[in-house]
């Protein structure tokens, strides 16, 4: 697996959706996007509106310079506006291994498959650009919509760390283990994957 370069402006891209390094100036259009409470369900990090996203947001750019993560801001390209946030992250190229999430989108933007161009746009750097063997990814027991949304890309479940997660009610939920394996992305799920795209293209059209 390729050395990635925290600092470049990698940018990924195609008619639905485009990927681009997190900047603070995408503080106040992703604290509009992000004033729904829903969104913040099964994250850590409980909160909406400006102030919340600006302590977010630094963390985020913070880690990318210290080479932990590489947080993508998703734009949608049909009305220009910010949808969201997807990040890469614990990137081991000695082990050829990375982990995909902290994901999420505005509710606006949810159910319209912008979501689905943009895993394939990262499936696709990261197996076919960085040579990486294995995407890695963690989903909190209760977001059911997550889970299914991965379940229908192609990504195999694999195991439960029971009782992981904090919820707000002081109450404990499971962390669910999902993997994308590059020759499962090679063999089946790149093939299903853009067939889905132009499925779902072809009928928002």
């Excluded at 829903?38 to 996203?53: M, N, Q, R, S, V």
């Excluded at 294995?134 to 890309?153: M, Y």
Aim: charged residues 25%; neutral net charge; aromatic residues 8%.
């Amino acid at each position: 697996m390729r050395e990635f370069d925290y600092q470049k402006a990698t940018v990924l891209e195609d008619d639905v959706v485009r990927l681009s390094p997190l900047q603070a100036s995408h503080i106040e259009a992703l604290a509009e996007v992000a004033a729904d409470p829903g969104i913040w369900t099964y994250f850590l990090e409980h909160g909406c509106g400006e102030p919340h996203l600006t302590r977010y947001v630094r963390a985020a750019i913070a880690q990318r310079e210290a080479g932990q993560a590489f947080p993508f801001v998703m734009h949608d390209q049909a009305s220009g506006r910010i949808a969201g946030l997807t990040h890469l992250y614990e990137l081991n190229p000695s082990l050829g291994t990375l982990k995909l999430g902290h994901t999420w989108l505005g509710i606006d933007f949810q159910g319209t498959g912008l979501n689905t161009h943009a895993k394939f746009l990262l499936f696709a750097f990261a197996f076919d650009t960085l040579g990486a063997a294995r995407i890695g990814f963690g989903v909190h027991g209760d977001n059911a919509r997550s889970l299914r949304a991965l379940d229908k890309v192609g990504v195999q479940r694999e195991g439960v760390l029971r009782s992981y997660l904090p919820r707000t009610d002081g109450s404990r939920a499971d962390l669910v283990l999902l993997s994308l394996l590059r020759g499962e992305w090679e063999a089946d799920v790149r093939r299903r994957l853009r067939r889905r795209l132009h499925s779902h293209d072809g009928q928002a059209a």
